[in-house]
């Protein structure tokens, strides 16, 4: 039977590796990610897991040993935050290149400089574009049950690349909130053994990992990186659709949140969709039509999907915790839209605003004043300042 418990994301997240029971776990602590891996190393002193827990000089060493030994054949994990990401960015590309099921939760914190541990999204929002699958938790809850469906997700033959689950420094990783934990037995079941087609040590069908790869081949084996992100969003609905039946919580590839009647929308990830659907039930009672969507599934991207979803609005902000700095705006906004330029019907109208870098906070009011505005731009079809930087001293 199910357990619900108060809980940190954090502690959330360490829970589920434990119950995933990983071969490998290389790792490095760093701020607000630290936790994850201090609490797992508990789990592997106490005998709690069978995993092969490697501490390294260096989050670079942490991905380097990951990949090998998923190369190898083992399900293989690690954890990290900032900085941490970006020293792992060049072994990012060889796990994804190599098609390695890697699982990372990744802790959103602002990156340097100057040195700042608190959150923003512009760690993972780096790595967008590594061939990393990326799925963000609002909640502890959502971390929990992401990660345990981000294994089998990432172990799919169908796409067999790696991912990363992320969720909000502090605000949710050291957060106390309320989580149902499955038990053990069931997630064991749910995630089953690994066994990969293909592995360094499988002496009787001997392979090659990391061979050079020029002009002759290089090409088509990056295509073949493509074909597997076309299969995620199918694969990500069909493993969510079998977690219902053991979790009875349900997710998708987006959350919309009131949003089918809704003249304006607000598009988020992460914690800040909670505060915002607070917002819109406090609008609501006013009359206004007022609507959220909240992205889960980033990378790939499920454009036609949220399109659809957006494309009968009147007016649409996103809200990006990251700075793209091309000066048009951030990347959640650039990504969506593109996605919209081609939706049926009249052109809906855009606005970017840019909040929280550094963990900064939102607040109610700031939220209320973005939906205002979106008001005023539905009216009168005319957008002053495509992007705002919210709540920044100018």
């Known amino acids: 039977m199910s357990k619900r418990i108060a809980i940190t994301g954090n502690e959330a997240v360490a829970e589920a590796m434990r119950q995933i029971n990983p071969d490998v776990v290389a790792a490095y602590p760093i701020t607000p990610q630290t936790e994850i891996v201090q609490f797992f190393a508990d789990f592997v002193s106490d005998g709690k897991v069978d995993t092969e827990f490697v501490t390294v000089e260096s989050e670079h060493s942490a991905m380097s040993a990951t990949v090998g030994a998923s190369a190898a054949g083992a399900r293989a994990m690690t954890a990290t935050s900032s900085q941490g990401l970006a020293l792992m960015w060049e072994v990012l590309y ?232 091309s000066l048009m705006g951030g990347p959640l906004y650039i990504d969506l839209r593109a996605a919209m330029y081609d939706s049926p019907g009249p052109r809906v109208k855009m606005v970017n605003y840019i909040y929280g870098l550094g963990g900064r906070d939102l607040n109610m009011d700031q939220i209320a004043g973005v939906y205002d505005d979106l008001m005023k731009i539905a009216e009168t079809g005319e957008v002053t300042e495509p992007i705002t930087y919210l709540g920044v001293r100018e």
């Open 94 to 325: 060889i796990a994804a290149g190599l098609r390695l099921p890697i699982v990372a939760p990744v802790v959103n914190r602002a990156l340097s400089a100057p040195i700042n541990i608190h959150c923003d999204h512009s760690d993972t929002m780096g790595a967008r574009d590594s061939g990393w699958i990326q799925i963000y938790s609002e909640d502890a809850q959502e971390a929990y049950d992401n990660l345990i469906q981000a294994m089998r997700i990432a172990e799919h033959p169908d796409v067999l690349l790696p991912t990363m689950v992320t969720m909000d420094g502090f605000i949710v990783s050291h957060g106390m909130g309320n989580a149902e934990l499955l038990p053990d037995d069931v997630v064991k079941k749910f995630v089953r053994e690994y066994e990969p087609e293909h592995y360094l040590l499988d002496v009787e069908n001997p392979i090659t990992v990391g061979a050079l790869d020029f002009s002759d081949w290089y090409f088509e084996h990056r295509r073949q990186m493509v074909d597997a992100h076309t299969n995620v969003k199918d694969v990500v609905l069909q493993v969510a659709k079998e977690f219902k039946e053991i979790s009875g919580r349900e997710y998708k590839l987006f959350d919309s949140y009131k949003l089918d009647d809704a003249e304006v929308a607000i598009v988020v990830i992460n914690s800040a969709a909670g505060t915002a659907k607070t917002v819109v039930d406090e609008l609501r009672e006013k009359g206004l039509k007022v609507g959220l969507l909240k992205i889960r599934l980033f990378r790939p991207f499920p454009y036609e999907e949220i399109a659809e979803a957006l494309s009968d609005k009147k007016a649409i902000a996103v809200l990006d915790r990251a700075d793209s700095l």
